[in-house]
């Protein structure tokens, strides 16, 4: 079964309220696999914060973690939530759009 749309945008607009959150997808994105301990240190947020941030962003679907060497747990940014979001609020624009088009033909007579 195919997840809500509403609701998975609902959960990635939520992670992406926070800053620290958005910074850490972007350093997943630049840096590629990545543990809590180095994204923290790229960061200006703690270890503890950075492991927080990262299972709020798990429970949004926008990251992964796998087991690396030793006890290492590299995290991995995943994109299909943001594009399932992204066709969400395309879908919503293209029913502004129409309604506009219409109030604007209806001004014009």
């Known amino acids: 079964m195919r ?3 509403e609701q998975v945008s609902a959960s990635v607009f939520a992670a992406l309220a926070d800053t620290n959150r958005r910074a850490i997808l972007a350093a997943l994105a630049e840096f590629g696999p990545s543990t809590a301990t ?3 240190g790229r ?3 703690t270890r503890q914060g950075v492991a927080k941030h990262l299972g709020l962003l798990a429970d949004a679907g926008l990251v992964t973690s796998d087991a690396g ?3 290492r747990v590299l995290y991995r940014h995943r994109s299909e939530p943001i594009k399932v979001a992204q066709s969400y609020l395309a879908a919503l624009a293209a ?3 129409s309604s ?3 109030l604007s033909a209806f001004l014009a007579d």
Request: negative net charge; hydrophobic residues 30%.
């Open 3 to 5: 997840p809500d749309p």
């Open 38 to 40: 180095e994204l923290s």
């Open 43 to 45: 960061l200006s947020v």
């Open 69 to 71: 060497s030793g006890r």
């Open 95 to 97: 029913d502004w759009d």
């Open 100 to 102: 506009l088009d219409r």
